[in-house]
């Protein structure tokens, strides 16, 4: 089985500029997640999504981050304008959706360097 | 809220030692789940087990082992006989009812050859 597949692996860019993740869930997974994570730090949850629709965006910073899971598979993320502060590792999570406490699977993640 | 602490920040072993790494977590919910997952240099995060909070059976899988207490809110895990590979971020996690995973902030583990 394929597990989650995330584009690109790394990514440079300036500050101010704009910049898009791609990231494709395990085949039959209904939820996704997109994951920052600092340097040091845990993952922390920016937004889920079941099926092509938003759960749970309280921690996504709307003013300049977006994402969309417009046909209820794939998902793409992105910052705009970018800041220092977001240079991290984005990490995506799919998992089936059986139930509460399901295992989330992850991707191997974009590592982002706002310079 | 859900709260996760791991308490070790990093730990540095000799090969064929054995290593505990703690984690402590808070939450109101009766029903939660708890999680370790293994994050090596290449970045990817590798779930290694599940635990849901009715079931304190400890469990041992090769050379890992885990301790769920529910009484002290701890979620250890060990690896017995360390080896290279075994060098890694390893981050417990917990998840409530909405499925939101609150993760710690991980414990770095270096095993010396």
């Known amino acids: 089985e394929a597990g989650v597949a995330q584009s690109p692996r790394y990514k440079i860019i300036e500050k101010r500029q704009s910049v898009a993740f791609w990231c494709n869930p395990i085949?039959?997974?209904?939820?996704l997640y997109w994951y920052q994570q600092i340097l040091g730090q845990g993952p922390k949850l920016l937004i889920q999504?079941?099926?092509?629709?938003?759960?749970?965006d309280s921690q996504l910073p709307k003013d300049r981050f977006s994402a969309e899971r417009l046909k209820g598979v794939d998902s793409t993320l992105k910052i705009q304008p970018a800041k220092l502060e977001d240079s991290a590792v984005y990490l995506c999570?799919?998992?089936?959706?059986?139930?509460?406490?399901?295992?989330?699977?992850f991707g191997p993640g974009t590592r982002l360097t706002v310079l | 809220a859900q709260k996760v602490t791991q308490a070790q920040t990093e730990i540095s072993v000799v090969e064929k030692e054995d290593v505990t790494l703690d984690c402590v977590y808070e939450?109101?919910?009766?029903?939660?789940?708890l999680f370790w997952y293994k994050q090596p240099p290449s970045g990817e995060l590798v779930f290694l087990i599940r635990?849901?909070?009715?079931?304190?059976q400890n469990e041992i899988s090769g050379r890992y082992s885990w301790n769920f207490q529910k009484s002290t809110s701890s979620f250890n895990f060990t690896i017995t006989a360390s080896q290279v590979v075994d060098s890694a971020v390893y981050f417990c996690?917990?998840?409530?009812?909405?499925?939101?995973?609150?993760f710690g902030a991980g414990t770095r583990l270096t095993v010396k050859p």
């Open positions: 999570a799919s998992y089936f959706s059986g139930g509460v406490g399901d295992t989330q699977y």
């Open positions: 085949s039959g997974h209904a939820t």
């Open positions: 999504f079941q099926n092509n629709g938003v759960v749970d």
């Open positions: 939450t109101r919910d009766t029903t939660y789940y």
């Open positions: 635990r849901n909070s009715f079931d304190e």
């Open positions: 996690a917990l998840s409530e009812g909405n499925n939101d995973m609150r």
